[in-house]
């Protein structure tokens, strides 16, 4: 199993354990951690450090701005776009913007058509265009993209505070799974394991506050 903000090792440093394939918790145990972990915080800072895959359903709002069209804010930005263009999503890479058809009850996919369609990929907004899309026809659109990983000034670096959160929220669950500790052994001398998790959970929550992502509709 493959994590990207941390790894069982930087768990191992940090609460001063082995943990091998045959330890308790192993390396697989922990691993399942780091990813529950690792999915928090994407889920609650709205943002990803990794490539991942989403897929949305909006119903489209009746104001259509002639010039623009209709806009709808994606719940992610650092959209990814097809290597090589600057202009369009991938549709081998699976990405679709599709228009719901209720004669047919079918998704019409209007990804190879760039005419019909906008967006601003480092902000997460998607702009329809063409009276398909006017307030004479409501419609539904469902829009599958990949967003996070590297930022648009290309830093793939995972952020030190984020693999901090990582790191103390899954050694956090791992003091309160199968080691059952009730006092962490610090420079030779017992310290209050609640006090220290306490402290953690202090940070994790400062980490999250400064991160979430805040989204800005002009």
Request: glycine letters at 8%; hydrophobic letters at 35%.
């Amino acid at each position: 199993m493959s994590t990207c903000y941390a790894s069982t090792a930087d768990i191992a440093d940090f609460l001063r354990i082995n943990i091998t394939a045959c330890t308790s918790p192993s390396i697989a145990q922990v691993e399942k951690l780091i990813k529950r972990s690792e999915d928090k915080i994407d889920r609650r800072t709205g943002h990803a450090w990794r490539t991942k895959t989403t897929t949305e359903i909006y119903n489209l709002p009746l104001l259509y701005t002639f010039g623009w069209g209709t806009f709808i804010a994606l719940k992610h930005r650092n959209i990814k776009y097809k290597a090589g263009a600057d202009t369009c999503l991938d549709t081998a890479a699976g990405d679709k913007i599709e228009i719901w058809q209720g004669a047919s009850s079918t998704w019409e996919n209007i990804l190879g058509n760039t005419t019909w369609y906008d967006m601003e990929y480092e902000r997460g907004t998607l702009a329809l265009r063409g009276f398909i899309f006017s307030i004479l026809r409501k419609s539904r659109v469902r829009v599958t993209y990949r967003y996070g990983g590297e930022d648009f000034s290309g830093d793939t670096v995972i952020p030190y505070d984020i693999e901090d959160a990582v790191v103390k929220m899954t050694a956090i669950d791992v003091l309160n799974g199968s080691l059952r500790m009730d006092r962490l052994p610090i420079g030779g001398s017992g310290v209050d394991l609640e006090s220290i998790k306490k402290d953690w959970r202090g940070d994790i929550e400062k980490c999250i506050d400064n991160r979430r992502e805040v989204f800005t509709i002009t």
